[in-house]
């Protein structure tokens, strides 16, 4: 299932003609109905395509990819509290946990 999904950006990135083209891809609500192995294999297959991934997930669901041997950073992204006053403002981002194989 996720292989289609990673051998297009793949494909396109190898033609690239600069060194340090990002290999970067976004999956939204990635783990939200896999099982926590599944979503560990996911994990570890985008690893080894040579990926970082970006991948929204409800509340929670990130205990699901903690998968070993990959490197990871958890970032909690929360809503402004000011909302509907015609004014933009920004999300807060902030780093949630780090894990990675010891």
């Known amino acids: 299932m996720v292989l289609p ?29 896999l099982d926590p192995e599944t979503a560990k294999s996911f994990a570890k297959t985008i690893d080894h395509f040579g990926f970082n991934f970006i991948a929204t997930m409800p509340s929670g669901a990130q205990n699901k990819v903690l998968a070993d ?30 894990w990675q194989e010891a």
């Open 69 to 98: 041997g990959v490197d990871n950073i958890a970032y909690d992204v929360i809503a402004p509290s000011k909302k509907n006053d015609g004014k933009f403002h920004k999300n807060v981002v902030r780093k949630a946990m780090i």
């Open 5 to 33: 999904l990673l051998l297009v950006p793949k494909m396109v990135l190898n033609r690239s003609r600069k060194a340090d083209a990002p290999h970067m891809v976004m999956f939204d609500e990635f783990a939200d109905k």
